[in-house]
């Protein structure tokens, strides 16, 4: 007798949904990828849609003709002077705006267009460079609703984003962001930190609803730097540990409310904090620069993960310094070798089991907290973030 059971998923007892949170902007194509005429066929939250640019607009539509079925992505903008996508196939003709088919270019300009002839439209806004789309089963909130000020202000900030496709689902990689202890084992012989001592691990995490609702600030108390374990020996070992001679550039380090510019003068009250949907913040004691992670996903197997880089804005020189500084060290440094030590062991997760324990503590805050306050249309109860 076969006795295989098959194995849970372990995000199932959480609640999170496998595609992802719906009634959210992500951010999901480079601008200058989308060029005039060109359609482009992408999935999010395993939704099939078509982006294109006509009059240097651009629109995004559900990429299943309504007639039978081709995609028009595979289509094109025949007629460049109107908002329109024409289906490959026997040329229906949708408007971009509203989705409707305003032609059956094979059946004559009398023919008569039913009311369900026409495609899904999704919410579109270009910001940073990037196109972000609004996916969801509710009337769009504003993009800015959505964004962490460091990303809405532009005359406060400026952005530097590139992206990465991961394949596996979301939620891995949403756990992988929050506060979770693996920083100080997966990264400490990353280039940026090989140098430097072990940044402190053993602290204790705890969590704090941000004071708009939309997510949580993690706080780490104590922490060492290096530890004898029994039977093992001292951690990093010392075959790791002769070349740590730096002084350690306060990563890992709390804000000081009391010394801490981040705090002074701009009220930043966390460097380290996680905001819904999927995006989550890592800054300096400075204040001046955050590392705004967000993850997009795809479908139930495969995520994008964008890294937008926000510097603030100071002088034009120092400007220039920022995108300097990014090309030559930190682009490769860290939004490459840094985040590729996390990407090859979380694409390789697997999800039928877990022990949650003691470092874990930001990661069970935050599942929590995305599963009881994430956008819902269809629960008058809840607070509409
Ligand atoms: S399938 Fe698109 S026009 Fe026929
Ligand atoms: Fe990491």
């Known amino acids: 007798?076969?006795?295989?059971?098959?194995?849970?998923?372990?995000?199932?007892?959480?609640?999170?949904?496998?595609?992802?949170?719906?009634?959210?902007?992500?951010p999901v194509f480079a601008t200058w990828r989308l060029k005039i005429r060109r359609p482009k066929a992408i999935r999010i939250l395993g939704e099939e849609i078509v982006l294109f640019r006509n009059k240097n607009q651009v629109f995004a539509l559900n990429n299943q003709c309504a007639h039978r079925g081709a995609r028009l992505s595979e289509g094109s903008c025949i007629y460049p002077h109107t908002d329109t996508l024409t289906c490959p196939y026997h040329g229906w003709t949708y408007s971009g705006e509203t989705g409707k088919c305003v032609a059956k270019l094979m059946e004559g300009p009398k023919t008569k267009i039913s009311v369900e002839a026409r495609v899904k439209t999704y919410p579109v806004r270009e910001h940073l460079g990037i196109i972000w789309l609004f996916i969801?089963?509710?009337?769009?909130?504003?993009?800015?609703?959505?964004?962490?000020?460091c990303l809405s202000n532009t005359q406060e900030w400026h952005t530097i984003a590139t992206w990465r496709t991961y394949n596996c689902n979301w939620r891995p990689l949403n756990d992988n962001l929050c506060?979770?202890?693996?920083?100080?084992?997966?990264?400490?012989?990353?280039?940026?930190?090989?140098?430097?001592?072990i940044f402190p691990?053993?602290?204790?995490?705890?969590?704090t609803k941000l004071e708009d609702g939309k997510g949580l600030g993690y706080t780490a108390r104590g922490g060492i730097s290096e530890e004898n374990y029994p039977n093992l020996g001292k951690f990093p070992p010392p075959s790791e540990a002769?070349?740590?001679?730096?002084?350690?550039i306060g990563r890992g380090k709390e804000l000081n409310p009391q010394t801490s510019q981040a705090t002074k003068l701009y009220g930043i009250k966390y460097r380290h904090m996680s905001r819904l949907p999927t995006v989550t913040l890592v800054g300096r004691p400075s204040g001046d620069y955050f590392m705004c992670r967000w993850v997009t996903p795809i479908d139930s197997k495969r995520t994008l993960f964008?890294?937008?880089?926000?510097?603030?804005?100071?002088?034009?020189?120092?400007?220039?310094?920022d995108k300097l500084s990014w090309m030559l060290w930190h682009s490769w440094v860290h939004d490459w070798i840094f985040s590729?030590?996390?990407?090859?062991?979380?694409?390789?997760?697997?999800?039928?089991?877990?022990?949650?324990s003691l470092s874990d503590a930001g990661v069970i805050s935050w599942r929590k907290f995305m599963v009881e306050n994430a956008r819902n249309p269809n629960d008058g109860n809840k607070p509409k973030l």
Request: no cysteine; proline share 8%; glycine share 2%.
């Open 179 to 197: 506060y979770d202890l693996h920083a100080p084992f997966v990264h400490r012989n990353s280039p940026e930190l090989i140098f430097q001592p």
């Open 136 to 149: 969801g089963d509710m009337p769009a909130v504003p993009l800015e609703e959505d964004l962490p000020e």
């Open 340 to 356: 590729d030590q996390d990407k090859k062991i979380v694409e390789e997760v697997r999800s039928d089991r877990e022990q949650l």
């Open 1 to 26: 007798m076969n006795t295989t059971i098959p194995k849970a998923n372990v995000y199932e007892k959480t609640g999170l949904p496998e595609m992802g949170l719906r009634n959210y902007w992500y």
């Open 306 to 321: 964008y890294s937008v880089n926000a510097y603030r804005r100071k002088s034009k020189i120092t400007t220039i310094l």
């Open 201 to 207: 691990f053993a602290s204790k995490v705890t969590t």
């Open 242 to 248: 002769f070349w740590r001679k730096l002084n350690p």
